[in-house]
């Protein structure tokens, strides 16, 4: 069993799964707003890949109903808008062959409710380099967001990680990224600096959409500033993370007071025609080999001082036999998967 503890005025559920589910019974608006937060991560990958007709399988395995399978299903079918900064985007918003393909994921992810307060989110992690061909896709990283009024159009979010993405780059290294929206990916938002939004810091040693080294850690910290409101991105290779640049508050509806919602975790994406990828170091938790790790998850606090993640987290985990992730055990957990699922 597991209890939830946030700020002192946010939401607190506790105790075992009879209360949690008590709890929700009782506000069945707050649960749809779960669920919508829990399948948002499968929409944010989406845009990481073409959304041509997306055939989604296996579904979720936990939390699995029929409105969270339809949520997922209308996230994968919805018309993406273009963002013409290259190709594959425009293959997003469906201009580009029809095609469809397969999607896993593996991530925990906490909603604390309408009025949870969260400012930021610290991890390490571990990148791995792996050949990849076009119409593949891995991705590892942490989500911030808020889920605005519960209408999918008005959730915010940046998210910020890894991927190998051979038809965004063209080639097969690991990249940093960074993505946000505000209106739930409807017309809003890019990759890395490919449209107005992400704005560079001073003197800054890598820009997001950089290639990064693989068999090393990488420390992301997206943290909202006190000061100037301004949710910052910060990335440390082997070492203490320094800032890398911001999304402007005023890009921002509901997360520019703060984020009621994160995540972290990984996705995968092949074409139809072809197999999946590897997920982290392409090593099930526990099978033979190292697998991928978060460490020193942490929670940011409003003024900028941190707390150690120590309880576990809700996952969503689309096949465990394939893509997997662990409880979390002294702020932190072990991810990933070899790939070749179908």
């Known amino acids: 069993m597991c209890t939830y503890h946030t700020h002192t005025s946010d939401l607190y559920i506790g105790g075992s799964a009879e209360n949690i589910v008590l709890f929700i019974l009782k506000h069945p608006k707050m649960a749809k707003l779960s669920l919508f937060l829990q399948t948002m991560h499968v929409f944010i990958f989406l845009l990481a890949h073409p959304n041509r007709g ?3 399988y296996p579904v979720l395995q936990e939390g699995n109903n029929s409105l969270q399978q339809d949520m997922v299903y209308s996230l994968a079918k919805r018309k993406l808008p273009s963002l013409k900064s290259n190709s594959l985007e425009a293959k997003f918003s469906g201009q580009g062959n029809n095609s469809s393909g397969v999607l ?8 604390g409710g309408p009025d949870a307060s969260y400012y930021g989110l ?5 990148v791995y380099s792996h050949e990849l061909k076009r119409g593949q896709l891995t991705r590892s990283g942490i989500w911030v967001g808020h889920s605005g009024d519960g209408r999918k159009s008005r959730y915010n979010g940046v998210s910020v990680g890894w991927h190998i993405a ?3 780059y063209g080639d097969s290294h690991p990249h940093l990224f960074t993505y946000w929206t505000r209106d739930g990916y409807e017309s809003t938002g890019c990759y890395n600096m490919d449209c107005p939004g992400f704005i560079a810091a001073s003197g800054a040693t890598v820009t997001p959409g950089a290639r990064i080294n693989p068999s090393s850690k990488v420390t992301l910290r997206v943290l909202k500033d006190d000061q100037s409101g301004h949710w910052w991105v910060y990335y440390g290779f082997n070492g203490v993370p320094t800032a890398v640049g911001y999304y402007p508050q005023s ?11 994160f995540s972290f975790g ?10 999946t990828p590897p997920l982290g170091s392409g ?18 606090e409003w003024d900028g001082r941190s707390s150690p993640i120590m ?14 992730i662990t409880p979390i055990v002294n702020s932190g957990c072990f991810y990933g998967g070899p790939g070749g699922c179908v």
């Open 251 to 261: 890009l921002f509806t509901y997360m520019a007071k703060k984020a009621n919602q």
């Open 54 to 56: 997306v055939r989604l």
């Open 104 to 111: 896993y994921y593996a991530t925990h992810d906490l909603w």
């Open 122 to 126: 610290h991890v390490t992690t571990d």
């Open 283 to 300: 090593v099930l938790p526990g099978g033979k080999g190292r697998a991928a790790s978060f460490t020193d998850l942490r929670l940011i």
């Open 266 to 275: 990984g996705f995968v994406f092949a074409e139809r025609a072809l197999p």
């Open 311 to 324: 309880k576990d987290l809700p996952t969503v985990i689309s096949n465990n036999k394939c893509y997997s």
């Open 166 to 168: 051979p038809e965004k």
